[in-house]
């Protein structure tokens, strides 16, 4: 069982920076890869970036590539660095968790409540 806690979320202008951070609890958090998505009113879940078990590895949406930054400690946090951030960034942010590198929702099977991170023009 993996438990995870979005936090970091919040009102930023265009251009600015936030940075999301998920707390997971759990013994096997260390064996699961994690992974960011988001989703925006009327609109499907989409996925944002993923980071493997050991941190060396990682994937953006083409939309993110560039400007957000996934990390991990390994210990229970992973991170989301997100700068020069647009109005098309406004959405609630999960984070995530799955047994393996996937870009589709669908592999992850642990989920967190959402953190909202609006975008102001």
């Known amino acids: 069982q993996v438990q995870l806690v979005e936090s970091g979320g919040g009102l930023v202008q265009a251009g600015g920076s936030l940075r999301l951070s998920c707390a997971a609890s759990g013994r096997t958090f260390s064996r699961h890869v994690m992974g960011w998505f988001r989703q925006a009113p009327g609109k499907e879940r989409e996925f944002v970036a993923t980071?493997?078990?050991?941190?060396?590895?990682s994937r953006y949406a083409d939309s993110v590539k560039g400007r957000f930054t996934i990390s991990r400690d390994n210990a229970s946090t992973v991170s989301l660095q997100m700068n020069s951030l647009t109005p098309e960034d406004t959405a609630l942010y999960f984070c995530?968790?799955?047994?393996?590198?996937?870009?589709?929702?669908?592999?992850?099977?642990?989920w967190g409540q959402g953190t909202q991170v609006t975008v102001s023009s």
């Open positions: 980071i493997g078990w050991t941190g060396s590895l």
């Open positions: 995530a968790a799955a047994p393996l590198l996937s870009m589709r929702a669908r592999e992850y099977n642990y």
